[in-house]
């Protein structure tokens, strides 16, 4: 683990990441010496900063400590934390010129996820922790991720792998660690995310690669009626691909055509896509 | 600043305070002597652990370490930020019986308020970042606190002290740092907090006082119209007490009558309040 390009394993405890959750972070696949899908990372984490108003990290620089922390590990999750650094009095943020972010890049194990997860598809259920909405915040991967720490912490059951939360006005938003799509009647929907929820990479790259395919594609507005009437149903996030799902609640589904269309075309850029870099 | 009672100035990277803001913080008024509303302080602390599923810690060793670190300092504020510790899998807390929390206890300067604020009266504007709503988090001071930080950076402008949060209703709720008060024909209003805010242990004061003073007095649903048509306006935290408001956007506002009764009300229980624990 470094911060800053040091080797060390504490942070300083006036830094803002501990403070007030002020920062934001990434989860990054390291698969078969690539660091997958990594400009795209690298262009939402300067979209976070410029949305909070954090200077944003040099990517060269980022990409330069990931390599060298990454070394000849072949399956393992990067996690990168850019918070805003000390100072400031209060919530009060310092004057940006005078803002010096901390740099956190650590390695992770790859979780011990079944094949079967990809393979037969995943249990859901409805969380009843909601999404506060807040469209400053909407979409930004940041620290303040205490929902979903209440959201997760309300199920035990190994047989259910992800839960499902709704904002405050009953939408159906995402997973706890996911984002969500659904096909109804050939065309693929996901929850639009512009006033709660994380836009996730693999979403982004998923819903690219359905435009590129001429998949019918609408982002929208969805509530539980809406899962409970569709054909297919899948999660993403940038560890797991996609999970197909095959059971929400009581209602049971079939990985179908268009989920396993989309499910072999991921494959694909999952080896090739050029926004990837090489260890 | 101590770690689990420890002299230390770092926190291990892994902690979920810094990964998640998952954990909450009290602000104490050191003043004279006395640690000002501690066992309210305390209270409000062992709720919020509840609520977060968080063991709460010993208020005892608690007391121990902060006479400790407050020793002869006469004016001063204590920050005391419990987290849910390191480990867990994401987002997923561990276990409660594997929880370790940590317990993070800081000494501060007196922040440099000028008396003015509260003989005068303050400016206030009101910010366009809202709250979101979450009543599974509303009430508890945990450390996701994004949404004050970015209010708080809205404005530059010294003469404006505070900003008025509404949340995604429309609803007036609270200052970025403290609560709201105002007044209406001789009863004392005040934002409900069931679906977003902090729970300031200076508003509970505030709200006990005017009920053994017999003020007719009403915690409701509040929006800028209401702010507008107000007779009287002040604002509350733990180490500002109150200040009362002078200008709200355009509206100008006299300190009166009422206002004062409480203010004076309140120096007697900083004084006096049998919740404070000597240092």
Chains 1, 2 share one sequence.
């Not at 506060?132 to 059951?157: C, F, T």
């Not at 096909?183 to 359905?210: T, Y």
């Amino acid at each position: 683990m470094r911060v800053n390009g040091k080797d060390t394993t504490h942070i300083n405890l006036q830094d803002r990441g501990l403070q007030y959750g002020d920062g934001l972070f990434e989860t990054i696949a390291v698969s078969n010496g690539r660091l997958e899908f990594w400009q795209r990372h690298m262009q939402r984490l300067q979209l976070g900063c410029r949305r909070l108003n954090i200077p944003p990290p040099d990517s060269q620089l980022l990409l330069d400590e990931a390599r060298q922390i990454v070394g000849r590990r072949h399956k393992a999750v990067l996690k990168i934390i850019i918070t805003r650094g000390e100072g400031g009095r209060g919530y009060r943020p310092p004057a940006q010129t005078s803002t010096r972010p901390n740099r956190i890049v650590s390695l992770h194990d790859w979780p011990d996820y079944t094949a079967a997860n990809a393979s037969e598809g995943i249990s859901l259920r409805y969380c009843s922790t909601p999404l506060g909405i807040n469209p400053v915040l909407a979409g930004v991967k940041h620290l303040n991720r205490l929902e979903q720490v209440m959201a997760r912490s309300e199920w035990n059951d190994a047989e259910i792998q992800e839960g499902i939360m709704l904002n405050s006005w009953g939408d159906v938003i995402e997973g706890t660690m996911s984002n969500l799509f659904f096909i109804k009647d050939g065309m693929l929907h996901s929850p639009d995310l512009s006033n709660c929820g994380v836009a996730g990479i693999m979403r982004g790259v998923i819903l690219e690669l359905a435009r590129s395919a001429n998949i019918p594609l609408k982002v929208g507005c969805y509530n539980r009626a809406d899962m409970d009437a569709a054909d297919e149903l899948f999660i993403t996030n940038s560890l797991i691909g996609i999970w197909p799902v095959q059971r929400l609640e009581q209602r049971s589904f079939d990985i179908g055509p268009l989920t396993r269309q989309i499910m072999s075309t991921l494959d694909n850029a999952r080896c090739n896509d050029i926004s990837h870099e090489t260890v």
